[in-house]
């Protein structure tokens, strides 16, 4: 198993910055990508950022130019860079790791950690 712990949120006002940090632990041999998902109250939940162990990012449309992922291999753990925070990113943010390759494909989550944004 994949144990993912998120940190970082709390409430900031818009405009403001709020950095995440993701910490896996466990059996992480296979895992390749991380990423950070969002959901707001009554909406899907949707991609915000992933990001792969060689580095490679990709952005949700909304956060592009704002946000910005990381990744520590060496600590294992995953980051999201917020800047320029709007009211509309408010919602719970969950840390997503993702097994595959060599080993059978699997998606791990964390519990999450909310970020309000107050305008």
């Known amino acids: 198993q994949v144990q993912l712990v998120e940190s970082g949120g709390g409430l900031v006002q818009a405009g403001g910055s709020l950095g995440l940090s993701c910490v896996a632990s466990g059996v992480i041999i296979g895992i390749n990508t991380l990423a950070w998902y969002r959901q707001a109250p009554g909406k899907q939940r949707e991609l915000v950022a992933s990001?792969?162990?060689?580095?490679?990012?990709h952005y949700g449309d909304s956060v592009k130019g704002r946000f910005t992922i990381s990744i520590d291999n060496a600590k294992n753990t995953v980051y999201l860079q917020m800047n320029t925070l709007k009211f509309e990113d408010t919602a719970v943010y969950y840390c997503?790791?993702?097994?595959?390759?060599?080993?059978?494909?699997?998606?791990?989550w964390g519990k999450g950690t909310q970020v309000t944004v107050s305008s």
């Open positions: 990001i792969t162990r060689r580095g490679s990012t």
């Open positions: 997503k790791a993702e097994r595959g390759g060599l080993y059978p494909a699997r998606d791990f």
